[in-house]
């Protein structure tokens, strides 16, 4: 095997995951390991998950899995034969690492589970993604996303007070967990590295997720009260002038602290637009620095909700007409020069020109030779100075290192790997 010259470049994977996993193997191969993708002839379900290059709906161009496959090799491969079984054996021997998705129990149903693995290579790290693990009562429980975002606890804390709980974007159970799988996976190699063998990492997607609610376990635990929803109004509900707010081309998120209201009354009264806020309503600002002196914990409830009424209404109209006066580059830059915090709610084709991003060199170009084209991909999580992450290749067409695997490595002749091919084997 070729060294790939990453962190983990001397690492061979073998990839049998769906989407539960197919991050974490990502994360794997852009450090440098080899990723054998295994695919099941004709190509992994996830090649058909949108939106597609183009709109051209076919499994070679599926945006999905080009950004969750980069710098993988793919072989097909069916393992629901008994020669199928018999090459995963084979591949076995020279892995570093399998990391599967399947439900507990399958694996050792199908004679290849990890003590049937591990006898053949005992170095092998085995990584298990599932939703609830692999033993306890709902061990053989199924789950989509959704599903462990909502066992996992977190679902109960995303979104508005008066709404029910919300999905987060994106499939983040999946990415949690996987995560946690390349974390744990990380850790057994360290091990093996000291002279043990390898071991079987069990990742429970609830438990990746449930890890992620910040201190909603220890606020029960300590004071017996459960977290709610707060929409985005940050740490204490109904925080005047805190969250998020339109502005002319989009939106911004603004939370402020002590002493930073009379300087934003400043900044809004320098372009003639505070109003007569300081004729009329002269304490408002002083009472807003002094209810949020300690977050507004240790306030009169009364007097808050009476100031909430009767005197922060017209500061809110008037910030809500300066903030729609301006783009939200305008209000950061404007923030910034007074250190206040105010932040621009990037849309995606904001990042894409943020200067920032730009500078670091996060978005990188790969090339689609079979598409005629350069695709842009989002890039580097984290900077390594000696052994840097980066993308090698583009993800996999569907069985393209069959030659090169079953041919160069395993010794399969041209007219036995036609034989597989035509039997389904491959």
Known sequence: MEDAGGVLGDIRVLDLADEKGLYCTKLLADLGAEVIKIEKPGGDPTRFIGPFYHDQRDPQKSL????????????????MTPEGKEILKKLVKTADVLVETYPPGYLEDEGLGYRA???????????SITPFGQTGPYRGYQATDLVAQAMGGIMYLAGFPDDPPNRLYGSQAYHMASVQAMCGIQTALYVRDRGENGQ????????AVAIAQESAMQTFDLRGEIRQRTGYSGLVPAHPGMGTFACKDGYVNIFMFTGQWLELLEWMGSEGMAGDLKEKHPDVLEKLNDYFAIFGLSMDPEAYGRFLKEQYP??????????????KEELYNGAQQRRLQLSMVSTIEDLLENPQLKALGYFVEVEHAELGDILTYPG???????????????????????????????????????????????
Not at 117 to 127: F, R, S, V
Request: proline share 5%; glycine share 6%; no cysteine.
């Open 64 to 79: 999905y899995w080009f950004q969750f496959n980069t710098n993988k090799r793919s072989i097909t491969l069916n393992l």
């Open 117 to 127: 693995l591990k006898e053949i290579n005992p170095g092998l790290i085995l990584a």
């Open 314 to 327: 017209p500061f809110d109209e008037h910030l809500r007409a300066f903030l729609k006066s301006h783009t």
């Open 200 to 207: 079987q990492v069990d990742v429970s997607m609830q438990e």
């Open 380 to 426: 580097a999580p984290y900077h390594l100075s000696e052994t840097p992450w980066r993308i090698r290749r583009r993800a996999p067409l569907i069985g393209e290192d069959n030659e090169e695997v079953y041919g160069k490595e395993l010794g399969f002749s041209k007219t036995e790997i036609l034989d597989l091919k035509q039997k389904g084997i491959i």
